[in-house]
């Protein structure tokens, strides 16, 4: 059976018309997946023979809503999908003023082990494909009567440990002819594949690379991060710089403080030395209460003068706000309860 919602326009084109049927149908096709169809039965302007075809030979991939929770106070909405083998992610739609975001997985669990995040807790089960990262998206516009018009790559899963499904998953969600998403409202997030950066560089798309840095020294970093054994930090910083060379793309650097482990004055004059000179822009997060990580957030204090020590040594950096704190809007919690 072909995954036929990962396909191209192109590619759906150069299939329909193989099979007999006028290439126009393709178009139609791709029109009912923007509107989230889940059956071929559903399109409406098909013919039956066409739709009996698809039927027989074809899937569509879907995310279907297992859980639904809704923030009391900022109404972030989290949802826990069931997909068509059955495997649960997670997504998360957050409202800003500038429009909708949702934050998508693009793995079922996650192999990066890094020690503050609930999903590689639960295990990892396989990557998706560019259909299932779609489907999240097109189900959360369908339930919430919403357009999504930013995305982030930063739920269930490491994106650039499922390269291939990624980049077409990007070109897809960006087609005019699709979702139109432009590639200037994407962030994709990575731990620190190094490799794939550079790999990622070379397609010169438009949207924010964001880092999980979490630390400013290989020893601290590589307690909590076990990819950095990998890639040091050095390594990541320098393709990072070399990253922004190719592109024009600012870097974003995500920072989880944690309590006691990489919040101290220390730990700020060493970060700021690391990203002299660059252009980039750092996100300071209090991590999320994870059970059996034994990690609190830092206190509002010690995050003000960590951002203050930064600033001072030109360094762009905010703390970012929290959402959907009563529904543990970070990912990988409610799958996890869900499967365990």
Request: glycine fraction near 6%; hydrophobic fraction near 35%.
């Amino acid at each position: 059976m072909k995954d036929i919602k990962s396909l191209y326009l192109s590619e759906l084109e150069e299939f329909i018309t193989e099979n007999g049927f006028p290439k126009f149908r393709a178009r139609q096709i791709f029109d009912w997946f923007k509107k989230g169809a889940t059956a071929f039965d559903e399109m409406r302007n098909l013919p039956k023979k066409l739709i009996d075809f698809l039927s027989g030979s074809c899937y569509i991939s879907v995310a279907n809503i297992e859980k639904k929770l809704v923030s009391r106070y900022d109404k972030t909405v989290k949802y826990l999908f069931c997909l068509n083998d059955g495997e649960y992610i997670e997504s998360v739609v957050m409202s800003y003023h500038h429009g909708y975001s949702i934050c998508v997985s693009t793995q079922v669990g996650c192999k990066m082990g890094c020690t503050f995040c609930a999903t590689g807790k639960s295990g990892f089960s396989r990557s998706l494909t560019a259909s299932e990262i779609l489907a999240q998206i097109e189900s959360a516009q369908k339930d919430l009567n919403i357009r999504i018009s930013n995305v982030v790559l930063m739920g269930m899963g490491e994106p650039l440990d499922n390269f291939d499904n990624v980049i077409r998953f990007l070109r897809l969600v960006s087609d005019e002819n699709g979702l139109n998403i432009g590639m200037r409202h994407i962030t994709l997030s990575t731990c620190g594949i190094v490799p794939r950066i550079y790999d990622l560089a070379e397609y010169k798309f438009a949207l924010t690379l964001s880092v999980s840095l979490h630390a400013p020294d290989n020893e601290t970093r590589s307690r909590t991060m076990p990819i950095n054994n990998r890639y040091p930090i050095e390594q990541l910083i320098k393709a990072c710089r070399d990253y922004f060379d190719t592109t024009g793309r600012r870097v974003s650097f995500e920072y989880a403080m944690i309590d006691g482990v990489n919040d101290t004055d220390e730990c700020a004059f060493k970060l700021a030395a690391l990203l002299k000179g660059m252009n980039c822009h750092v996100n300071f997060i209090p991590v999320n209460a994870v059970k059996g990580t034994g990690y609190i957030k830092s206190r509002t204090e010690r995050q003000k003068a960590f951002v203050e020590i930064l600033s001072k040594r030109g360094v762009t950096a905010t703390v970012r706000r929290t959402l959907g704190n009563d529904i543990n809007a970070s990912c990988g919690q409610l799958r996890r309860n869900t499967v365990n």
